[in-house]
């Protein structure tokens, strides 16, 4: 099997980087929001100084606007494509996507019933909307406290419900939830909307603040012994050599090769620095990082 030096992990692409395609998505969905509202500013300018402004002026703002909104959304859904989560901001991107369609459509259309065009392109936009925001929570998906994780679940059942209720009320033309239950449903759908509202600011700062108090209680909680043993053997090879590569680890962390030492200040540092960058707490950092050095080790062939 050919060797693999440990120090392939510090790369960004094998530990923390997100992949290239992921990268591209990001960083076209950045360029379609920037030209879409340069384009919006520069018809309206437009509009205003000539004093023109028809249909078409109309339906060039409104699709430039459309396309602005969608961009901002889709970078929400990518915020997750490369964690475990990663289905959610799928999810959310093909339902945008539909959104858009509609919008479209209903700009750009002239044989159709705008009313109904209208309560579709509502239902998405709901729809697409209330994914992103739960996608940018989820960015806190890792954290292992409970109080993140019962507030986690909390906001979200919150967005769940709100974007449920008045999806169900959009799609039938007003008729849900009937005369007998409107102000019953109208006091529901703001209730889950304060807890809504209330979670995604008062999360961010419980998991930051537990987060903190974590590490000045456990600056050092991962030692050596954590990633001393060897993750395989491959046929045919002593099992030494496998502890020879797994000690090279240990060397190449600067650390000594008892069992029991921390890590290295500096790799310490750069655990901190991942977690930050991440949102993922110190235990799913090395998780990956043992993760990527397996495959590494595993797609180099065998002797």
């Known amino acids: 099997m050919t060797p693999q030096h ?4 510090d790369s960004p692409s094998s530990a923390g ?4 395609g992921l990268r591209g998505a990001r960083r076209a969905a950045i360029i379609a929001l920037v030209a879409s509202v340069s384009i919006a500013a520069i018809v309206g300018i437009v509009v205003l100084l000539s004093g023109a402004y028809g249909q078409t002026q109309g339906q060039v703002l409104l699709t430039t606007l459309l396309v602005a909104a969608a961009s901002a959304i889709a970078l929400c859904h990518l915020a997750v494509a490369g964690r475990p989560v990663r289905l959610v901001g799928f999810v959310g991107l093909a339902v945008t996507a539909v959104a858009v369609g509609i919008g479209l459509f209903g700009i750009w ?12 392109f509502g239902m998405a936009s709901i729809a697409a909307a209330s994914l ?20 986690l679940g909390v906001t979200l059942a919150a967005i769940a419900g709100v974007a449920v209720l008045l999806i169900a009320n959009l799609a039938t033309k007003g008729e849900f939830p009937g005369v ?19 979670g995604t600011i008062v ?39 496998a502890a020879a590569e797994t000690s090279g680890l240990v060397d190449a962390t600067g650390a000594s090769e008892t069992a ?13 620095a991942l977690e930050a960058a991440t949102g993922l707490d110190r235990d799913a950092v090395l998780a990956a990082a043992l993760d990527a050095l397996e495959a590494r080790l595993g797609g180099g062939g065998r002797a």
């Open 109 to 120: 259309g002239s044989n159709f019933d705008g009313y109904d065009v209208f309560l579709w």
């Open 180 to 198: 007998e239950l409107s102000n019953v449903y109208w006091r529901t759908v703001g209730v889950l909307a304060i807890v809504d509202a209330v």
């Open 132 to 151: 992103a925001h739960a996608n940018l929570l989820l960015l806190l998906a890792g954290r292992r406290h409970p109080a993140v994780r019962i507030l």
């Open 6 to 9: 440990p120090a392939a992990l």
């Open 17 to 20: 980087a997100p992949p290239s």
């Open 260 to 272: 029991a030492a921390p890590l290295a200040p500096a790799l310490d540092a750069r655990l901190a």
């Open 203 to 241: 999360l961010p700062i419980v998991a930051l603040l537990l987060r903190g108090r974590d590490a000045q209680a456990q600056p050092a909680d991962v030692s050596v012994a954590d990633v001393s043993a060897p993750p395989f053997a491959a046929e045919g090879e002593p099992a030494a050599s």
